[in-house]
């Protein structure tokens, strides 16, 4: 997904909150998708609870969109607002969030957000990758990454 920034006044964090703009990538395995929900982990409930180890105050994690369970992200755009006088700066976000986020989901870039930019408003793209193995043999690296197709099935031109 690529996130473009637009100015959007009324997408502008509370007072006395800053937003920052994250990338995240995950694999979806473990989680029953980005959304939280009430008996099952999610992508936006572990990057929270990353963020309480932090700091208080931050509010809940926006994306750019949900995914289904199973679901991997490359590069979801995300924003969050923090306090204004959270104490991790933006440049050393990242880091710190991996710190406490399990291996299943990393933070790969933050930065402060363009003022009115809002991570699922402002996003104008999303693109989505199918990968088949098109294999005799299965093969682990790919198993839950594509589709294995053992025999030697390939569409029709």
Not at 19 to 40: E, F, I, K
Not at 54 to 71: E, I, N, Q
Not at 122 to 136: A, F, M, W
């Amino acid at each position: 997904m690529d996130a473009l920034p637009e100015a959007r006044p009324e997408f502008r964090p509370p007072d006395g909150y800053r937003r920052v703009l994250l990338t995240l990538a995950w694999d979806g395995g473990p989680y029953a998708g980005w959304q939280s929900q009430p008996n099952a982990p999610s992508v936006q409930d572990t990057l929270h609870a990353a963020f309480g180890r932090l700091g208080d105050g931050a509010f809940r994690p926006v994306a750019a969109g949900r995914t289904d369970a199973g679901v991997h992200a490359e590069a979801m755009p995300v924003h969050v607002d923090v306090p204004g006088g959270f104490r991790v700066p933006a440049a050393k976000l990242a880091r710190a969030l991996n710190a406490w986020l399990p291996p299943s989901v990393s933070v790969l870039d933050a930065h402060e957000a363009p003022a009115g930019f809002h991570a699922r408003f402002s996003c104008t793209e999303r693109r989505y990758v199918y990968r088949l193995l098109v294999s005799p043999q299965r093969h682990p690296l790919w198993h839950g990454r594509a589709l294995h197709l053992p025999g030697g099935w390939m569409p029709a031109p």
